[in-house]
Nanobody, 118 residues
Framework: VQLQASGGGLVQAGGSLRLSCAASGRTSSNNYMAWFRQAPGKERELLTSISWNGGNTYYAESVKGRFTISRDNAKNTVSMQMNSLKPEDTAVYYC????????????WGQGTQVTVSS
């Protein structure tokens, strides 16, 4: 499975961004898709995940109510709408594919930078 993330950029605090991830290769109906982020000097953090049929989602407390994950299996894409962005959301964001709401995640995209200015 190959993953290509896009949509990062610079935004002011309170603004919104939408990240997208295109998947190719051997996807599976068992796959969960997820978004992680890693800020400088911090560990990679699982933000949100979604099951194959979209019926099961997980959100970390840090993004609950602000970020929304969705997927379109016909287009092999997963997206994350990020609203009410804060400077502490600044990080490199990664999409990933794996099994289970909290992992393991074994396929990773290349990362896209999100910078939120105050």
């Amino acid at each position: 499975v190959q993953l290509q993330a896009s949509g990062g950029g610079l935004v002011q605090a309170g603004g919104s961004l939408r990240l997208s991830c295109a998947a190719s290769g051997r996807t599976s109906s068992n796959n969960y898709m997820a978004w992680f982020r890693q800020a400088p000097g911090k560990e990679r953090e699982l933000l949100t995940s979604i099951s194959w049929n979209g019926g099961n989602t997980y959100y970390a407390e840090s993004v609950k109510g602000r970020f929304t994950i969705s997927r379109d299996n016909a287009k092999n894409t997963v997206s994350m709408q990020m609203n009410s962005l804060k400077p502490e959301d600044t990080a490199v964001y990664y999409c990933a594919a794996g099994w289970g709401a909290v992992g393991p995640y074994v396929y990773w995209g290349q990362g896209t930078q999100v910078t939120v200015s105050s």
